[in-house]
């Protein structure tokens, strides 16, 4: 069996999403599709909708066999890093082919990671510009090309990491379908992630209803309450007023002398909005400060945080009968551990943070989240 | 001048505050009533109805001149610790009278303190027994009584102190009066304070009416929301959570390896109920737990209260003209720090874990309770 890998965070599924699966099965031509997916928060830094089951559930019923979970420390990161370390994941469960969308999927993203060897370091020594914007100009000046949208970011650092890795790994970048991520409308059956979001929590049944699939509808419409950051306000804003300065450095991503910049705005503030307006500068952006929000709701130490990173493992969530198989056919060449089911001593041990996520997450939903919880198995997958 | 001093929660002000009150200017024929109130937590480490401010100026409206808050380190403590931290202000103040309500207020307290001096020191060996039950028996082997009642082990406190120090100090234990504490059923005009918060939290306003005076109950009748610890559940939980046992074991009065214990029980708790019936045995008693509990609330190290308690301060709330008048009698000869107002260096240093705890209080008043918060100038303060 040949497995094509999907990188997802299905916060929630939708139409759009289902077009990437199928398209993915078509391109590859693979016998099983592997996604690995982010846990109960996500790349932003953020509770998602609904938990990581029932969002496994979702794929499951709409074509993926087989569902891992991204450990939050991958998945809490600028896309680059969530990107490499879902890469890693997907790499160990030997996937042939990987399946991802850009804005310019006719790029030669291999031509672009080729060109960083001609780039001048010298002209990294501009301070007044941030990585990035030097970065495009280098990368202009030899390719005539900028990367300028998010897809096509993502795109560069997988061939990036699989050209550097030696990796025997089949890269097909297609177009992005439908609305754009910003965009916040739903028109017609595809609609992005966060306006079907935007719909949800604003009561818009009918637009979400014609983005998503109906099996995705279903698990969806009992949801009493939309998961959100500023639910977490009271616990964030204690924190941040009853550690010491001292202890609040030591938090995963906390740029220096930012603790006390946080600790004054969370003394002045009484809800969130206040909080991130007294905190945001143009150094620290509304992306970084909700991911580091998060860190600090789990009093999650830069030590903690980098040795999870060096100890990745795989965590099932759920697959039907076509991805049992393609896991037992992998299953010994694995150099990642396999968790299936999290007992005390991976809770205290490498799934520390997750399960310590899981537990924040129950802020929103009573349900456990890891402990006792068993991969979702589908076994009525439907014919392909 | 003189004044006369009074240990009080006024949690919130009644009837029965108002008898003794009464009686202390009475028995003590004193010119001002200087009275030492617990701010915005109790001595059982609850938020209290109502904060420092609106309590004080209740206390104003009813016969007090001068209102200084009780730190926190020494109000959230076993009965006997709130006594002394509370005496050693009314001290500085230079009070000449303490009137307080015992039980037994016929007996010779002076003489049980005495008593001491003939203990067997051997008899306190015994594991099996607490503390208190051990000191009962030799008590009441030499002098025939036992402290068994809340006012008489303050009373029995006061006393020592007073004996110990030396103090020119005139003590007048009076007989408490109406209900017992724990009596939560309100009988006629007096009530414990105890029974009027039931009541409050019932909504049972006619009850709280007819025991409180009526200056109270129009600083009472707008109350939204009773505050509770079981508010603060979010906060508690996720501490208990996300902190590693090593860093919880540094928090004040936490026990050795009573931090597992707690761990284990948020893990598994959903509420505040259930956290404290998971934590609670023989040894960690409901009152322990929570105290602990605030103080984990408050991210409070042993060390940082261990040194709050050393260096105590004058923190004026309130006065009226008389109160204004003795203190500028005594405030030349004060030999701790008197505090007016909360500035910047302040709240960092002396009065950290008062602000912090004023910071946790705003989960439940929108209301900043000390920085810019001058004490309350009551002027128009009844004539006697």
Request: neutral net charge; glycine residues 4%; aromatic residues 8%.
């Amino acid at each position: 069996m040949r497995a094509v890998g999907l990188i997802a965070e299905y916060n929630p599924f939708h139409n759009g999403h289902l077009h990437h699966l199928q398209a993915a099965k078509r391109l590859s031509r693979a016998d099983a599709v592997v996604v690995v997916m982010s846990g109960n928060f996500t790349q932003r830094g953020e509770p998602a909708v609904i938990d990581k089951w029932t969002r496994t559930r979702m794929a499951l019923l709409n074509g993926a066999d087989l569902v891992v979970e991204l450990p939050l420390v991958f998945v809490v990161q600028p896309a680059d890093r969530f990107a490499n370390g879902a890469l890693t994941i997907l790499h160990d469960l030997q996937i042939s082919d990987l399946v991802f969308g850009a804005e310019h999927p006719e790029w030669d993203f291999a031509a672009l990671v080729a060109a960083e060897k001609q780039f001048q370091q010298a002209a990294f020594q501009n301070y007044d510009q941030t990585y990035a914007t030097q970065f495009n100009q280098q990368l202009e000046a030899v390719t005539g090309h900028s990367l300028r949208d998010p897809n096509d970011i993502l795109a560069f650092t997988y061939y990036k990491k699989v050209i550097h890795e030696k990796w025997p790994l089949h890269l097909h970048a297609i177009q992005r379908r439908g609305s754009d991520y910003h965009d916040l409308h739903i028109n017609g059956h595809i609609a992005s992630a966060s306006a079907i979001r935007e719909a949800l929590v604003k009561g818009n049944d009918a637009l979400v209803k014609q983005a998503v699939p109906a099996t995705t509808w279903s698990l969806l419409k009992d949801l009493q309450q939309v998961p959100a950051m500023d639910q977490l306000f009271m616990i964030l804003r204690n924190h941040l007023i009853q550690a010491p300065a001292s202890q609040l450095a030591k938090t995963y991503s906390m740029a220096e002398g930012l603790e006390n910049r946080l600790k004054q705005a969370a003394s002045r503030s009484l809800d969130f909005k206040s909080l991130m307006h007294q905190a945001k500068t143009k150094r620290y952006t509304y992306a970084h400060l909700l991911r580091l929000f998060l860190y600090l709701c789990l009093e999650a130490t830069q030590d903690q945080v980098d040795w999870t990173i060096k100890h990745p493992y795989i965590r099932l969530l759920g697959f039907n009968q076509r991805g049992q198989a393609y896991l037992h056919q992998v299953k010994k060449d694995l150099s990642l551990p396999l968790i299936t089911k999290v007992d005390q001593t991976l809770h205290n041990g490498l799934l520390d943070l997750d399960y310590r996520a899981g537990k924040l997450y129950q802020n929103f939903t009573n349900d456990e989240q890891d402990l006792k919880r068993a991969p979702i198995m589908e076994l009525s997958s439907k014919d392909r």
